[in-house]
């Protein structure tokens, strides 16, 4: 493997530690579970990705998480 | 939430974990991991007789060569080493014996999996999530303020406490509520502890959780108070949420890490524009800010936030402390193996004896246990890892590396907060950390007490004071207690040897203000939503229309009680005379133990129902421990006949002094200050007995349980009912040998994903 593809991977693995930790890959998992569900069944359709990112902080409203000191 | 089914008390029968014979292995035969453990190559050898070696000689000249200075580098290899070997072999003795993970049974993730709360989450990216969740300005905090009994207590007690006690907490409590769908601490106490065990838990957890968002605030009022450059910068990361929660709301949503970088930019430019602001006429003016208004406006801000929507102010703040708490951490942790600075400090320092301390009062025993919550035993962290991170978990085995591993890592944040408060000189220490009380507040006044204190080594001028002052860009650094600004001062002092010289150390100075101010306010928030829910829940089984937490008006008044609450303890601590935060902090060391205690109780009662008393110790020496410190510390709070300790003995001289006309008593000087402190105390001490009884009634409750199930030879569980697997992953940082091999087989499988979620 080449130094640059090598620098390509790791950077492409820190895009995805990162994403991961700030909660970025949020919708892809959702869709994924939707998917894995219901299939792509029209008769229940998956939330947008505007629905599903307001839908995640609503539910938060309803379903506080404490911070540590 | 909470339980969907469990298996009535008493039940034995193994469930059927059989697997679908179509899919690769879900679980590794625990045969496999014994022997992989078992097998002991030569270089396996060599590599740990290494960490054992480099661990032992750091131990040794921490402990036993007495030179002038220490160099900082040993504390980091005392903790790495040591945490290294505490988590490869006692970590992994809980769990082969005690926890036993069953990497067959689904997790809540796969089972209840709805693609939100549940959904499986990458080991490692959960790693983080958990330590960003459970790391706050405890672990900051905390060590500062238990620096001045020397460098040696406060660094045993956070590294092998943590190794013992802490990270056990974490594992086992992650785990219990794994294997229960998510269940909280509250549920599980009342699940295993019946009625009043789990009433007196939820009334312990309520209270605690108020005086510990009261401290958290308290020490934000400290840090910012007088410092027109702090308010401003600080007060600017609200327009910078309130812009970021627009942004991903309805410009960009999900780009999360996108906002972030922005936010952090517009951060940096916040703490650069707050220099130049304050250097002005018009800004100092404006932006500075007593004790007291200052108080008040967290307590109109905390109210605000906690009712606003999450995705206007909370969510985008959280974004941001996440981004700057694991690069501030990351980055303090390399500045100090390059600097690597030299510690004057004395292993244990006559106060440590004497309880004399002008830090906070005490001797050692129990108050350095109480003093260092966070970072070697912090009961908080038994809510989170009772709350989000449960429901994420892929397999049962990872449990270890992120509760135990996760422990670990704020214990080294601790560890490092402790080095940065220890670098910087012990006269500067002592004047900040004294109260007003004592320094008088002037520079004058703080090098006349601190020379005073008659400290080898010590000789602090005035000059040293404005001097540090003026670097930090501040207008004076005199009684600027709370150990927050003393920790800033710490890593200013490493970070400007790093970059950018002494010119730079008022930016990095007000960066790690900025840094820690920003997560306080989360928990802040935080902290105040998650108790009105709990008050809604607790009123709401006297008034059923509490119940409803869409309701607007209920809501707004929780909101309002709670806020009350803690506000009512912020404004003590910032008018107390005394000093604040030397005769509060204790109470906060004192809450977050014994909440360390219930949780330990809670876990003891779930090992004792499954008739594992062979282990129990695991679970009862913690808690035998945590136990006798709080109870001690409370009994000498509430009992002790010297007034720097005791609250009641603090009362009776006063009361005393009142009653006999005098208008000034030690450091209170008018007739109100002396009311004040007499009111101050008698409510310190009230909070000390109520926490002390709840925390009591716990431990009793579940001795009963024990004791219960060792008579009858219980073997029963509250758990979910087990439901096989249809995933895999490895369990720790690394993938074995084997489990490369079992995941190669899932990669190569032709079908969708690697994983599949289970059909409903």
């Not at chain 2, 991170?389 to 907060?417: C, D, H, N, W």
Request: proline share 4%.
């Amino acid at each position: 493997m080449s130094v640059a593809a090598a620098v390509r991977t790791a950077a492409a693995g820190l895009a995805w530690y990162v994403k991961g930790l700030m909660g970025e890959d949020a919708y892809e998992k959702y869709q994924a579970h939707h998917e894995s569900v219901h299939g792509t069944d029209a008769a229940v359709p998956a939330m947008t990705e505007r629905e599903f990112w307001r839908d995640q902080t609503d539910r938060q409203d309803t379903n506080p998480q404490g911070r540590c000191c | 939430m909470g339980a969907t089914s469990s298996i009535p008390q008493g039940a034995t029968e193994e469930p059927d974990l059989t697997q679908d014979p179509a899919l690769p292995p879900v679980a590794l035969d625990p045969t496999i991991h014994d022997a992989e453990e078992a097998h002991w190559t030569p270089l396996k050898i060599a590599i740990w007789v290494a960490i054992a070696l480099l661990g032992g000689l750091s131990w040794v000249m921490l402990a036993v060569v007495r030179g002038e200075t220490v160099n900082a580098i040993w504390f980091v290899f005392a903790a790495i080493c040591t945490y290294l070997i505490g988590y490869r072999f006692y970590s992994n003795y809980i769990q082969k014996h005690l926890l036993r993970p069953d990497d067959r049974r689904a997790t809540p993730a796969e089972y209840k999996a709805d693609g939100k709360d549940y959904a499986a989450t990458d080991r490692r990216v959960l790693f983080g999530h958990h330590f960003a969740a459970i790391a706050g300005a405890g672990p900051l905090v905390g060590p500062v303020l238990a620096a001045q009994m020397g460098y040696l207590p406060g660094t045993i007690w956070i590294i092998v406490g943590v190794v013992f006690a802490g990270a056990v907490q974490d594992y086992l409590v992650l785990f219990f509520s794994m294997r229960r769908g998510g269940r909280s601490l509250g549920q599980m106490a009342r699940d295993e502890l019946g009625r009043v065990g789990g009433t007196a838990a939820l009334i312990a957890t309520l209270t605690i959780m108020v005086i510990i968002v009261a401290i958290l605030a308290l020490v934000v009022v400290n840090a910012l108070a007088e410092s027109a450059w702090g308010v401003f910068s600080v007060g600017m990361t609200i327009p910078i949420a309130l812009f970021m929660g627009c942004y991903l709301r309805f410009f960009r949503p999900g780009k999360v890490t996108e906002i972030s970088i922005i936010g952090f930019v517009l951060l940096i430019a916040a703490i650069v524009g707050g220099g130049a602001i304050a250097g002005t006429e018009w800004g100092a003016a404006m932006f500075h800010i007593d004790k007291l208004p200052l108080a008040i406006g967290i307590i109109v801000y905390g109210f605000v936030a906690a009712i606003l929507p999450v995705w206007l102010l909370l969510a985008p703040r959280d974004y941001l402390s996440t981004f700057m708490k694991i690069g501030t951490i990351g980055m303090l942790a390399l500045a100090i193996i390059i600097v690597r600075p030299e510690i004057f400090v004395p292993a244990v320092s006559e106060f440590a004896t004497s309880g004399t301390g002008p830090v906070v009062s005490g001797q050692l025993f129990p108050f350095l246990f109480v003093t260092i919550a966070c970072g070697a035993l912090s009961g908080f962290h038994a809510l989170i890892a009772s709350g989000t991170t449960p429901k994420l978990i892929e397999k049962e085995r990872q449990t270890r590396f992120i509760g135990y591993g996760g422990m670990l890592m704020e214990s080294f944040v601790a560890i490092m907060a402790l080095v940065a408060a220890l670098s910087i000189d012990r006269g500067i220490y002592f004047a900040m950390n004294s109260s007003p009380a004592l320094t008088g507040g002037t520079v004058e006044g703080a090098v006349t007490f601190v020379n005073s204190l008659g400290l080898t080594g010590v000789n602090l001028t005035p000059e040293m004071l404005t001097q540090t002052a003026k670097d930090v860009g501040e207008a004076s650094i005199v009684s600027r207690t709370g150990g927050a600004p003393t920790l800033s001062v710490g890593l200013a002092h490493i970070m400007q040897q790093v970059a950018g010289g002494s010119g730079m150390m008022a930016f990095w100075y007000h960066f790690a203000i900025m840094f820690e101010a920003l997560f306080i306010l989360t928990a802040v928030d935080a902290g105040t939503r998650v108790a009105r829910f709990m008050l809604q829940d607790s009123l709401g089984n006297f008034f059923p229309k509490f119940k409803d937490t869409s309701w607007r008006t209920g809501a707004w008044l929780t909101t309002g009680i709670m806020v009350a609450a803690w506000g009512a303890v912020l404004v003590m601590g910032v008018t107390d005379p005394l000093g604040g935060i030397n005769t509060l902090f204790p109470l906060f060391g004192i809450a977050n133990q014994l909440l360390a205690a219930i949780a330990l109780a809670v876990c003891m009662a779930i090992v004792a129902k499954r008739g594992m008393f062979k282990y129990l110790w695991i679970v009862a020496v913690p808690l035998a421990f945590a136990a006798v410190v709080t109870i001690t510390a409370s009994i000498l709070k509430i009992f002790s006949s010297v007034p720097s300790v005791g609250y009641f003995a603090q009362n009776a001289a006063f009361s005393k002094a009142l009653a006999a006309g005098e208008t000034s008593f030690g450091t209170a000087t008018s007739v109100e200050a002396m009311e004040a402190v007499v009111r101050n105390t008698m409510v310190q001490g009230i909070l000390s007995i109520i926490f002390v009884t709840l925390a009591v009634i716990v431990i009793f409750t579940a001795l009963q349980a024990t004791w219960h199930a060792w008579r009858t030879h219980a073997n029963a569980t509250n758990e979910d009912l087990a439901v096989p697997s249809r995933i895999f992953a490895p369990s720790g940082l690394m993938a074995t040998r084997a489990e490369k091999a079992t995941q190669a087989e899932w990669d190569a499988r032709p079908s969708t994903g690697k994983r599949k979620a289970r059909e409903h």
